[in-house]
């Protein structure tokens, strides 16, 4: 019997020692695992930024010195940081590659390289004023009172911090004095930041009404029919790379001609006024994963912003408006890639809104394929765009010494084909007579050339189809200068 027990006790008391055993030995690392595992960022060199300090760039980047990073993860952080760096419109090209690297520690040096960027563009602007080139070739048969000419002058990086100056001076069909300036980080942290913009505009032609879906014109050449002063603060936070926050402060005061106001839309400010002012406050969400935002082949974004318009010192204006979008873009293959794209907007205040105020899709970016003659007004809309596109060639031209400037020497030039199919849905409560565009579905779609060059200028040539059976050959232009 004693025997017996001292067996059991024995046995217990060795499975416990053996299982505390596996447990530590379990949780202690294995110093060969680690280094077979991990990679530690021992330093980091910038090397080629002659203006930009070495902050912004490392700012842009998804490692810091000191970090822990799975080899596995590593070669995609290298990449997408690359893409963050070139996202900043900055550089021409960047790269990021190991230095060194110790095999016994698995610490590595990263060299980073980039090519600065031309920053200033003292630009001669000779510009289309109507909403796209058709509009202008077509309907308003290429005429030349219908461009602005004047000088942009544009400095993109004035203390190496990434800060933008832009000074305006326009004339011909908008006489246009602007200034504007932006900061991207002020703080130590780096992810507060500012803008400051003011623009005063004068118009001898307007647009008071639409018709059949259509802007209509009036103009007077002995006087300025409409005039605008806008003053835009803006403070921006980016606690992370891809996450953005917003917040506008902004005072409009606009004024038209009495002929406009009595005659022709009594509806532009509502009530028949001539003068409209009113402060807006606005907040946007950035959220945005795009590998190169102009013109993206993989990742996605969204966005979403409230404005409110009015804030009850003036009485001119009174809306509340809700806005949001998201875009995913999926690669398979070597050459393919598919592009998803949603936006909405939805008025919260159901009133009438000033005519000039009720825009829903045809302008900027927010356009059909097939639609781009039209615009439809409404306090609300929806938008569901798709591309199918295939990069059938790509080349960098270097031009040497004969092009003077060195950021423009050597020019990559990559060509796609899109296959377009829009949706889109225009919701106007207070659509006059003779808008039959207005709260019906929309179709569009067509075939097109994409050309991108130097990274981030975009030129589009479609050959585009609606659902009213029409067809045509449209261009579309992004610079982003």
């Known amino acids: ?96 590659h190991y230095k060194n690297w110790k095999a016994s520690t698995n610490r590595i040096h990263l060299l980073t390289e980039v090519d600065e960027a031309w920053y200033i563009y003292p630009v001669p602007v000779f510009e289309l004023a109507d909403r796209n080139f058709n509009v202008w070739w077509v309907e308003q048969g290429r005429s030349l009172n219908r461009l602005n000419f004047g000088l942009d002058f544009s400095h993109l990086n004035i203390s190496g911090h990434g800060d933008r100056l832009k000074m305006s001076a326009h004339y011909g069909y908008t006489r246009k004095y602007a200034l504007g300036y932006r900061v991207p980080f002020f703080n130590r942290s780096q992810t507060l930041g500012f803008s400051v913009d003011l623009a005063f505009l004068q118009n001898r032609e307007i647009n008071y009404t639409t018709f059949n879906n259509k802007q209509k014109f009036f103009r007077d050449n002995d006087t300025f029919l409409y005039q605008r002063f806008r003053a ?92 949001a979008g998201y875009g995913r873009f999926m690669p398979f293959g070597q050459r393919w890639s598919l592009s998803l794209q949603g936006h909405g907007k939805l008025s919260v205040i159901r009133n009438q809104q000033p005519y000039n105020d009720n825009r829903a899709i045809g302008f900027g970016v927010q356009y059909l394929h097939g639609y781009e003659y039209y615009i439809m007004d409404g306090l609300d809309m929806g938008m ?70 130097y990274y981030d200028k975009v030129i589009q040539i479609e050959y585009s189809f609606n659902d009213l059976l029409e067809n045509g050959l449209f261009l579309h232009l992004n610079m982003n200068i």
């Not at 416990?16 to 110093?31: E, Y």
């Not at 106001?261 to 795009?290: C, H, I, M, V, W």
Request: aromatic share 12%.
């Open 384 to 453: 569901l765009q798709s591309a199918l596109r295939f990069r059938f060639w790509g080349a960098d031209v270097n031009f040497g010494k004969a092009m003077p400037i060195q950021a423009f020497r050597n020019m990559p030039i990559r060509l796609h084909l899109s296959l377009n199919n829009d949706l889109g849905y225009a919701n106007n409560p207070f659509s006059v007579e003779g808008n039959p565009l207005d709260n019906r579905p929309l179709w569009g779609g067509g075939l097109g050339l994409d050309i991108v060059l």
């Open 232 to 323: 835009d603060l803006e403070l921006n936070f980016r606690p992370r790379i891809k996450s953005f926050h917003d917040f506008v402060a902004a005072y409009r005061q606009n004024r038209i001609s009495n002929v406009v106001s009595s005659e022709l839309n009594p509806d532009f400010f509502l009530d028949g006024r001539n003068l409209q002012r009113y402060f807006l406050l606005a907040y946007r969400y950035t959220y945005d994963k795009r590998d190169v935002r102009p013109y993206p082949w993989k990742g996605s974004y969204f966005y979403g912003a409230v404005e409110k318009d009015g804030l009850g010192v003036f009485n001119d204006r009174n809306a509340l408006t809700l806005y």
């Open 1 to 96: 019997m004693i025997s017996r027990g001292y067996d059991e006790k024995t046995a217990k008391g060795c499975f416990f020692l053996l299982t505390c055993f596996v447990l530590l030995t379990s949780a202690i690392p294995c110093p060969l695992s680690a280094q077979q595992d991990f990679a530690i960022i021992d330093s980091i060199t910038v090397k080629g930024n002659r203006t930009t300090k070495k902050a912004i760039i490392l700012r842009e980047m998804l490692f810091a010195v000191g970090d822990t990073v799975l080899l596995e993860e590593l070669p995609e952080r290298l990449k997408r940081s690359e893409m963050l760096i070139m996202n900043t419109g900055l550089f021409n090209c960047a790269s990021i």
